[in-house]
């Protein structure tokens, strides 16, 4: 199935290429262009304790809603990353034994009471404001800003995070629109924001033409300083 693979492997064989290339201007250039602020950290993936966690397992085989962990992405700037309590509601000894030598590190931080010290994988500069809130309110799905985290074993960045690519969507956002109640199925989104704007048809609004669904979910982020720095 296409999509279950993350967008960030795309990006690999293309600095293969690169690599091959050796010597001259145009290795000089392809330096150049990955290592501008815009592409560097595409692919930043940290090795995370424990045995990590598998979001390809608990979020798509398991198909676990994103909101049964990152509970307050709805509602705060931040999406929390969920406490060891989570995780031992599940991985308590006796409950899943095929892995639970893999999952010996959740008791041992809930019998101890610590933390598991998930290393932060996106992370934008303290003078940039950034909020989950208004984004998941106007439809604007995680596939969109993390790519397709439903077939990451681990967890890498799929987007610049910089502030062109900000930009870029909030000068055309349509393309990125979904209808709110879909913002965290990122099978269906990815499927959705393949298909061509004009085509685009839901289910729960059969009764609508693809140009009125658009019209519905049409917004119209901010492109001033202002919005993004103090
Ligand atoms: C069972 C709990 C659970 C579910 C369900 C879950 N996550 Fe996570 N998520 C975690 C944990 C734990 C981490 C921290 C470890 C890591 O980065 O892999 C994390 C990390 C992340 C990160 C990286 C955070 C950073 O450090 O920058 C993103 C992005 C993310 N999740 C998105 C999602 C999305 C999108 C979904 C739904 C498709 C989802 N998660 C479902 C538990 C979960
Ligand atoms: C419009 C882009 C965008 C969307 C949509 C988005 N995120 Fe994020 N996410 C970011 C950025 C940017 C950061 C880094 C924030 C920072 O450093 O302040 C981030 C950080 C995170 C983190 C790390 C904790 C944090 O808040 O810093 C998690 C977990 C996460 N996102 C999960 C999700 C989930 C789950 C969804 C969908 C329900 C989602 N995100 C939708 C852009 C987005
Ligand atoms: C709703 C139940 C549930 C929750 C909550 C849950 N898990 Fe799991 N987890 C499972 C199941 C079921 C499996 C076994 C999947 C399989 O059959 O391969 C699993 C497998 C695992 C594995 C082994 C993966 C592998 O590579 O084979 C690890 C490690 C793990 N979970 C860690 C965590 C962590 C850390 C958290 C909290 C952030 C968490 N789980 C939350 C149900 C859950
Ligand atoms: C994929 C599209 C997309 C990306 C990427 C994106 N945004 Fe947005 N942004 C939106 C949409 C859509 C809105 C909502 C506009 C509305 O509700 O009218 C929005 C709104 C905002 C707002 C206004 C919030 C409010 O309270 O009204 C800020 C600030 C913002 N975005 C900052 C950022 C920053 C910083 C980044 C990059 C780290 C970013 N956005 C990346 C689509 C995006
Ligand atoms: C939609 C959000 C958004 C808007 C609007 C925005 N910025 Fe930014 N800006 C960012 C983000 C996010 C970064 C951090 C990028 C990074 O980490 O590489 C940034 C970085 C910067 C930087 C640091 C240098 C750089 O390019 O990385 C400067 C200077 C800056 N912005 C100035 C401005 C000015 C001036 C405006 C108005 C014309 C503006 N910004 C509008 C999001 C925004």
Redesign the pocket.
Known sequence: MPGLFPRWMNVLPTLGALGAVGGGTLAIGGVWYYFT??FWEVGYMPVQPGQGFNHQIHAGKLGMDCRYCHSHVEESRHANVPTVKTCYGCHEEGKLQRVEEKTAFVREAYETNTSIPWRKIHK??D????SHQPHIAAGVSCFSCHGQIKGMPVVAQAE????????DC?RNPENNLVPTDKVTDLIWVEEWLSTPLDERRDEAHSDMSPEALLDSLRRD?????????Y
């Open positions: 602020p815009e934008l500069p003078y940039a404001q950034f610049p995070l910089s502030m062109g690519w900000c930009l909030h982020p901010p492109q001033h300083c202002g919005a993004c720095h």
